[in-house]
């Protein structure tokens, strides 16, 4: 999962693990992991220059494929955190073009490797890097005359899925590169006479993948493809547009789905059956948006024309008016919004007291009700989320840094609220007393033999005295992230040039810079 964006200048797009135990970046065109446990560097690739980025896009494929969004990052870990999939640029025949900037007082000229229409692409290599065994390339011919889509990889981490395409970009390829020796295999082609769009928000099962292509009807449709390729079957018929694959329940057979079908300007959400019968579960003459299932699956969430959070039961298809809409005033975005680990509460953004457009933080039960404020600065606070199993809400407020009072500069400082007396009592503890009641839970532990989802305790009587404050000082924040065991704070912050990312030991309040930057790469 990506949490912290633009690390440093010289450290870049740094993403975890999906198992949080390492974080991979490149830095100065090379890719490197970090132990996230022992901060032991380990370098991946070795030839980075000015002409070869090693998991760094070419500008051509950030601006093209991957798009803005993906910051130039070219790399993707696997789902067993064993291996990391990147792209190896060369830009030694792309045409330098030079482009003026007015930032600052007599502005910067940036010189980019940007191939004009007809001139030359960089070529790229597709490498797959096991952290045990080294590195291995994927075996596809070293030609600029060709691009590369968005890899997936597969759910057990053994192949990673590559779409190619053509210049002309009217053929598209999809083939599975095995991680053992780079070999492939063709799982899916598909042609069309004008333009093909890349395959993108695939979601992969145990016997194959979904994705949504407008090959055949002239609407987009979900497809069914089967890893060794031999089976593509179509699920939903009709006007569909605008699908966003949320969810497949392999068990029961349905996939969810948003789509515009019955309204063409409004997104509803929809359930398609094994035998391709599709029940609206939301009102289609309403917008959908943020939607999100609970942890066991059984609901989901989502915000109405941007401002009511409402819940829908999966099964029943009964719907629940979370929010009614008076505390969100924004038209332009919704707000945001996450379950807790029970599916038994949220955290909302919200305006409160028409106080707009300044934000605040609050907890609501998931059957409605009042928001119960738990930040109450009068200024912005916002990026909630569960933390400690779901006994506290890690959140960002201005209240004592620099507000922006009509200006467009603030600081911010991480807070943690714990959502019931013990975790705030046990976050007070000595180390000493906290090491000999971890020993007493854990002979507790091995003594419960049950699997049940643990039930959250929420107090919300004396909530806000339960709030503290973890950052040292107020400063330009990036994103931030409590450990799993909720001991230790990584969060990035800019004192002087870029972002430094910062750890703190929450029991003793010691902070150590990981990381800080120090100029250099792109």
């Known amino acids: 999962m990506k949490l912290l964006l633009a690390l440093v200048l010289a450290v870049l797009n740094p993403t975890y693990s999906p198992d949080s135990t390492k974080i991979a970046y490149t830095k100065g065109n090379d890719l490197y992991v970090k132990d996230v446990a022992t901060e032991v560097e380990t370098r991946l690739t070795f030839d980075g220059s000015d002409l070869i980025l090693n998991g760094y896009a070419s500008w051509v494929y950030y601006e093209e494929i991957f798009g803005r969004q993906s910051e130039y990052c070219a790399f993707w870990w696997s789902p067993d955190s064993r291996k990391i999939a990147f792209y190896r640029f060369d830009n030694s025949r792309v045409p330098m073009f030079p482009i003026y ?18 001139e030359v692409n960089p070529s790229v290599r597709i490498g797959l890097a096991d952290l045990s065994a080294g590195i ?35 053929m598209l390829d999809v083939y599975a590169v095995s991680v053992k020796d780079g070999s492939r ?47 593509l079957r179509r699920l939903p018929d009709g006007p569909n547009w605008r699908v966003n694959i949320l969810r497949v329940d392999e068990k029961a057979g349905n996939v969810f789905f948003t789509a515009q079908r019955d309204a063409m300007a409004k ?7 094994k035998k391709g019968e599709i029940k609206a579960l939301t009102d289609s003459s309403y917008s959908v948006s943020g939607v999100k299932f609970s942890p066991d699956g059984k609901k989901v969430a989502f915000i109405q024309d941007r401002k009511k959070l409402m819940v829908a039961n999966v099964k029943t298809k009964d719907i629940k008016e979370v ?47 009042e928001i119960t404020n738990i930040t109450s600065s009068g200024y912005m606070s916002g990026g909630a989320r569960w933390a400690m199993g779901g006994n506290a809400v890690l959140f960002q407020s201005e209240i004592y840094g620099m507000r922006a009072h009509a200006s467009w500069g603030s600081q911010m400082d991480v807070f943690l609220c714990f959502v019931n007396q013990d975790a ?8 000493e007393d906290y090491e000999l009641l971890k020993a007493s839970d854990k002979k507790a532990a091995k003594k419960d033999t049950t699997k049940a989802a643990k039930k959250i305790v929420v ?27 909720g001991e230790s704070l990584y969060y990035l912050s800019r004192f002087e040039k870029g972002l430094d990312l910062w750890k703190m030991t929450l029991r003793s309040r010691e902070t150590k810079l990981v990381s800080k930057g120090a100029g250099g790469g792109h």
């Open 424 to 431: 705030y009592d046990r976050y007070r503890l000595s180390k």
């Open 136 to 170: 291995v390339w994927a075996d596809f011919e070293y030609d600029s005359e060709q691009y590369f889509g968005t890899p997936f990889w597969g759910k057990d981490s053994e192949e990673l899925y590559v779409s190619r395409m053509p210049r002309r970009q009217s």
């Open 101 to 118: 900037s007015p930032k600052g007082q007599d502005g910067v000229l940036n010189q980019t490797r940007y191939p004009k229409a007809g």
């Open 185 to 231: 295999r063709p799982v899916y082609h598909e042609e069309y006479p004008t333009w093909i769009n890349w395959i993108e928000g695939m979601i992969f099962t145990d016997k194959g993948l979904y994705m949504a292509r407008d090959f055949e009807t002239g609407w987009e449709q979900i497809y069914f493809l089967s890893y060794d390729g031999k089976e």
């Open 267 to 273: 997104s509803a959400l929809y359930k398609v059956d």
């Open 323 to 369: 929010t009614d809409g008076s505390t969100w005033y924004s038209s332009s975005h919704p707000f945001e919004f996450e379950w807790s680990p029970d599916g038994k509460w949220f955290t909302v953004e919200f305006t409160a007291n028409g106080h707009e457009p300044y934000n605040d933080v609050g907890i609501i039960s998931a059957d409605g009700g």
């Open 459 to 485: 107090e919300l009587d004396g909530i806000q005295d339960r709030v503290v404050r973890l950052t040292p000082n107020s400063s330009d924040l990036g994103d931030a992230i409590l450990s799993q065991d």
